[in-house]
């Protein structure tokens, strides 16, 4: 039953643990955004929290697209709680944007703005 247990259990190993590095890295990365919808997925993790890239796409893609880098929260913690800082940026929804709340991992929080998001 142990050994069941534990094959349950999914723990950060060496090719998904990001460091501070990292996460800059990917976010000065440049990128070309998808033709179509939302989509994300987990990149790594960072101080044991899953770090989640997304794409978020209004009706005009790839012109009105959004990348975010930020941290999964745990359901039983929050962004601070896990060394997170939470940044509302503007999210693109039909026509529009809307603010949104991410939390940010601390070493790319600072300059979001600033980090391109696609080519």
């Not at 693109?92 to 939390?103: E, G």
Request: hydrophobic share 40%; charged share 20%.
């Amino acid at each position: 039953m142990l050994l069941s247990l534990n094959a349950c259990v999914s723990l950060p190993t060496n090719e998904n643990t990001l460091t501070d590095a990292d996460l800059i890295r990917a976010a000065q990365q440049k990128e070309s955004a998808p033709t179509e919808g939302a989509q994300q997925w987990v990149i790594g993790v960072h101080n044991g929290i899953e770090v989640v890239k997304s794409f978020q796409c209004s009706d005009l893609c790839p012109q009105n697209t959004l990348r975010v880098i930020y941290y999964d929260v745990p359901t039983d913690a929050t962004c601070e709680n896990i060394g997170g800082v939470t940044k509302s940026i503007l999210v693109p929804i039909a026509i529009t944007v809307m603010p949104k709340k991410y939390c940010f991992p601390k070493a790319i929080a600072d300059y979001w703005e600033s980090y391109p998001a696609k080519s």
